[in-house]
């Protein structure tokens, strides 16, 4: 071998090779050919660029010759040092070349023809150099690029700059065959990359599926013929096809869900999953690493790493519900996907890419949370682009019958239990009752029903005297005086004090004979539910803020101590 002329040892040449080819990371890959081109006496600097879409057109130094932004060669690998070896460019984080526009250079027009740029001798102060002052500062005689070519697309460009004179066809045989080697080495590890991405995403909606089967709803499909509901069927019909963001609004039990399953179903997406998020339900301290991911090592206990819900949903629907529990820290981040479909995992650097549609839902009124400062404006809007305001059942009673008899067809047939017919009796019984746990709290009285249904008959455990009814409440109204109309607000008024004063006569007693339930003829868990739901404390009815230790408010199971 000539030290004056650049040649590859074959041995090394062959062993480069074998290892490109089981290589399944295309970092790995890079690194691996630029190390070893650095190593052959003679070469100073190796660097690998690849064509990805252009991101810091901003302040690229180049971006004024950029003919198209939307692609340039990004610079991925690099390895040399200096004649003294004070200095390496092994670095690529500071270096003044991360991006060549297409076209521009030696390096950008291998890129834009395809075809090698061989320089046996380079001419001094050459306008294709970018820097002569380092060429012949570190006494550089000739360049070679070659294209990275596979199936007839330009991957990226291969470069060397030497220190010796570049003769030899043997030698430049060799680099054409790294070249191309490495270019279908780089298509296999970007599809290795692809199908464990593809296999973690499987496994992620694997996992959420079999759960969603098991907390499944007992019904599928929306029941009614009710104006109110006609409505949100249409608004469905209109928002479906499109990704427009979409924010659901309406009490517990209203059927959310259902609506948002329902326009995913319809969607363009409805081959791809909809992946429902409890926000109430996700501690605050592992809200991030539950919608975004994290990297192994991000903090204890991260073994492995993990997908978001973000991912997994990819190309599908992201159904947040009870959106207003997200932490205040963490909606700047969701508004960032929202706004350019990017987040970054915990503990990881990588910008990554989702194509994710938000259904949002929640029985908050978000907009006195936005004046509070516990929801941030602009999330707001950006999730509020088509709003949905589900109406209560007490406002569409007409689907009543509809729903009742769905519910208990598919109660018998889950319980195998006889069917049963609603009579007309207990149509009206179910119509009288304002039902505040809306379509939720009549499918469970049904079912209930069913199980204790004797010879046919169906028993209904509905509350009164807590939420009555609109013609129970017209009654009321006409007993105390009140010749109107009742507002909502006032029927709600109405029943809070009707509580406090049932708890005031019975000293706070809510169990046992004389109790509040038993009077009010409730029972005694649906009364406390009541009072949480209302706000209803303590101070209310006695004045104090201070139990009665002689009637405890929650039973004591035996065997438990307080």
Known sequence: ?????????????????????????????????????AATPGV???????????????????????????????????KGASLDNKTTWNSIAHSAFLRFPIGVRKVGQIAASGQPVIIPRIEKNANWIADPAWVERERILSFAGQPLIHKGEVLGVLSIFIRVALEGGMALGMLRMIADHLAYAVANARAFAEIERLKRQIESENAYLREEVNIAQ????????????????????????????????GESGTGKELIAREIHGRSG???????????????KDLFESEFFGHARGAFTGAHKDRCGFFQTADGGTLFLDEVSEIPLGLQSKLLRVLQEGEYQRVGEEKVRKVDVRIISATNCNLEKEVKAG????????????????LPP????????PLLAKHFLSLTAQKLNRPAVKLTQADIEALSQYDWPGNIRELQNIIERAVITSHLGKLNFDIPSGIHLGIDAIAKVSRQIGKHKILTDAEIRSLEKDNLIEALRLCNGKIY?????????????????????????AMSDWSGSDQPDQTEPLIPVKPGQTE
């Open 512 to 536: 046992g004979p004389r109790g509040a339930s038993e009077k009010l003829g409730i029972k005694p868990t649906t009364l406390i539910s009541r009072m949480k739901k209302m706000g209803i």
């Open 374 to 389: 516990r929801f941030r404006e602009d999330l707001y809007y950006r999730i509020n682009v088509f709003p949905f305001a």
């Open 44 to 78: 100073a600097l190796a660097r690998v660029w690849m064509i990805a879409p252009g991101d810091i057109c901003g302040t690229c130094r180049d971006s004024a010759a950029c003919l198209d932004n939307s692609h340039c060669l990004h610079l991925m690998a690099s």
């Open 218 to 249: 007992s019904f599928s499909g929306i029941i009614g013929k009710s104006e109110a509901l006609q409505n949100i069927l249409h608004k469905i019909d209109l928002v479906a096809p499109i990704d427009t963001n979409v924010l659901i609004t």
């Open 393 to 400: 059942l007490r406002e569409r009673k007409e689907d009543i």
């Open 1 to 37: 071998m000539n030290p004056n002329n650049f040649n590859l040892d074959s041995e090394s040449f062959q062993l480069l090779l074998l290892e490109m080819a089981q290589q399944r990371s295309v970092e790995d890959l890079l690194q691996l050919v630029t190390s070893s081109l």
């Open 269 to 283: 997406r409805a081959s791809r999953p909809m992946i429902k998020i409890n926000c109430a339900a996700i501690p």
